[in-house]
T-cell receptor
Framework: GIQVEQSPPDLILQEGANSTLRCNFS?????LQWFHQNPWGQLINLFY???GTKQNGRLSATTVATERYSLLYISSSQTTDSGVYFC????????????FGSGTKLNVKP | DVKVTQSSRYLVKRTGEKVFLECVQD?????MFWYRQDPGLGLRLIYF???????EKGDIPEGYSVSREKKERFSLILESASTNQTSMYLC????????????????FGQGTRLTVV
């Protein structure tokens, strides 16, 4: 099956710093989403981005489907950005089956 | 906004009990999903449903069944709960898309932390 790798696994930032999270996947995909899991366990939608670039406030994301990776940028980080960030992909050869990376655990210190 | 609601945030059940986890979505989505999340294993798909009374096994269906009698509700059933089913359970839904293959954005509920003792 498809492999989804996220890096780095852990990240500690000082408030105000910028960061880039990466998601590599091993096969072609028709769907890619970025989520933030809050301390209570809920997955919050950040981006639906099978290709291209999107921005939402301090967050932006880019997916280069032909090279099989996606990047999530967080600028001017805040303590509320802390949590785990997941990338989820849906391979082209399947439907209704998302495969998640193992996540990047972000800790933003005040 | 899409809302996916799981009936319980925390649940404690005894080994051997029949357990029902309920999920309701308010956006008339056709596709609904159940995942479990475990440390070191990540999120894994248990079952999904693409229409009322229709279901498909995911990657780890053993020990679980599902029910979809109404479009808005998708239930996960643990017929005889065991301690290895202690986990975080997450429900999701999405609509079919207009693009080829119907790939659209999925939305998740708040999760249910189930402990089986």
């Amino acid at each position: 099956g498809i492999q989804v790798e996220q890096s780095p696994p852990d990240l500690i930032l000082q408030e105000g710093a910028n960061s880039t999270l990466r998601c590599n996947f091993s096969d072609s995909v028709n769907n890619l989403q970025w989520f933030h899991q809050n301390p209570w366990g809920q997955l919050i939608n950040l981006f639906y981005i099978p290709s291209g670039t999107k921005q939402n406030g301090r967050l932006s994301a880019t997916t280069v489907a032909t090279e099989r990776y996606s990047l999530l940028y967080i600028s001017s980080s805040q303590t509320t950005d802390s949590g785990v960030y997941f990338c989820a992909v849906e391979p082209s050869y399947t439907f209704n089956k998302f495969y998640f990376g193992s996540g990047t655990k972000l800790n933003v210190k005040p | 906004d899409v809302k996916v609601t799981q009936s319980s945030r925390y649940l404690v059940k005894r080994t051997g009990e029949k357990v029902f986890l309920e999920c309701v979505q308010d956006m008339d989505h056709e596709n609904m999903f159940w995942y479990r999340q475990d440390p070191g294993l990540g999120l894994r798909l248990i079952y999904f449903s693409y229409d009322v009374k229709m279901k498909e096994k995911g990657d780890i269906p053993e020990g679980y069944s599902v029910s979809r009698e109404k479009k808005e509700r998708f239930s996960l059933i643990l017929e005889s709960a065991s301690t290895n089913q202690t986990s975080m359970y997450l429900c999701a839904s999405r609509e079919p898309g207009g693009n080829p293959g119907g790939y659209t954005e999925a939305f998740f509920g708040q999760g249910t932390r189930l402990t089986v003792v």
